[in-house]
């Protein structure tokens, strides 16, 4: 659906904001863009439908260059990309009926249509009650809301989200996550999230570009983000909850013990896979840290263990063991 390919940014002070970034987002996917402040995330966004017109590169909608168009055909392909904006950009003179119904009136719908239309995505927003109040009237979920609902009234086939939960509290962050997953599988839509929040790539995104210093570090599914990014991430956005390596070390001072990390992933993360193999192989195990993290669809776990085994049968262990997870590595 979405192709982005050899993407660069450079602002007139010579900042180089975006630097040859390649990625592609399929039909139905949800991708979350995630990295540090100054990684150029939003920037990124905004290049997506030409509201930032890029240096170099293409930006391909099925197949469509966008940055080839003139300004006519630009315009009418960029019906298919609506964006929601982080701090909602809701007009204060409207109310949230007359917010949502811009767009169409834009198009020049005729007013019985635009009404149809509009009152039938404020229900499905469940935005009835409000829909002759005022921007300054809204909660934080209401606002968001009511910038979803005139984001979707186009009937759009990509939507992009500029940091959508960071100004609402725990409890309205996952209703708004809920009310994008619930979008998704009901419209097939794809999505893209600009995000700094672990959490919104945990629960509901399919993919993962993580922009670091401009580029692309990492492109692909969301688990293997985290299993091979975790190190990385640690210090750079969990530092309260690093290992505590020396402790782990220091633990394992028998020569004849091997230090092993486990990455499970999936159904089997629920498993005891562990115990069953080392059961059958006569290996003691010493469990020195463990975690589960849920992910959109599946979990995934990391655990350090160590081992001992006073029979030949170590190796035959590591073995089957790495047959029935996703990763295991020796760190000793």
């Not at 404020?122 to 009835?128: F, Q």
């Not at 725990?170 to 809920?178: A, E, F, H, R």
């Not at 992910?295 to 160590?306: C, R, S």
Request: net charge negative; aromatic share 8%; proline share 3%.
């Amino acid at each position: 659906m979405l192709e982005i390919k050899d993407l660069n940014l450079i602002y007139e002070d010579n900042y180089h904001v975006l630097k040859d970034i390649n990625f592609k987002v399929e039909d139905g996917e949800i991708v979350g863009i995630i990295g540090l402040s100054g990684a150029g995330k939003t920037s990124l966004l905004r290049t997506l439908n030409l509201l930032q017109v890029p240096t170099s590169g293409k930006i391909l909608l099925d197949g469509v260059d966008l940055t080839s168009l003139e300004k006519e055909e630009l315009r009418k392909i960029r019906k298919k990309i609506s964006i929601v904006f982080q701090h909602f950009n809701l007009l204060s003179s409207r109310t949230v009926f007359q917010n949502v119904a811009l767009p169409l009136e834009i198009e020049g719908l005729l007013k019985k249509e635009i009404e149809d239309k509009v009152n039938k995505m404020l229900e499905s927003m469940n935005l009835i009650p409000r829909k002759d109040a005022y921007p300054s009237q809204l909660s934080g979920g209401e606002k968001q809301r009511t910038a979803i609902a005139r984001a979707l009234i186009s009937n759009p086939d990509i939507i992009l989200f500029d940091e959508p939960t960071s100004s609402l509290d725990p409890k309205t962050t996952q209703k708004i996550l809920d009310l994008i997953l619930e979008i998704n599988q009901s419209t097939k839509k794809s999505i893209l999230i600009v995000t700094h929040e672990m959490d919104v790539i945990k629960k509901i995104c399919d993919k993962v570009v993580y922009l670091k210093n401009g580029y692309v570090d990492f492109m692909g599914p969301v688990h293997e983000f985290f299993i091979e990014k975790e190190t990385e991430l640690n210090d750079e956005f969990y530092q309260e909850i690093n290992i505590d390596w020396n402790s782990i070390w220091q633990m394992v001072k028998d020569k004849n013990q091997k230090l092993l990390k486990i990455v499970f992933w999936g159904s089997k993360t629920h498993e005891p896979v562990l115990y069953d193999v080392a059961k059958k192989y006569d290996v003691s195990v010493n469990i020195l840290y463990g975690k589960i993290e849920h992910l959109k669809e599946n979990p995934y776990g990391t655990m350090i263990v160590a081992i001992r085994s006073e029979n030949s049968h170590v190796e035959n262990f590591l073995k089957e063991l790495s047959e029935n997870v996703y990763k295991v590595e020796v760190l000793n």
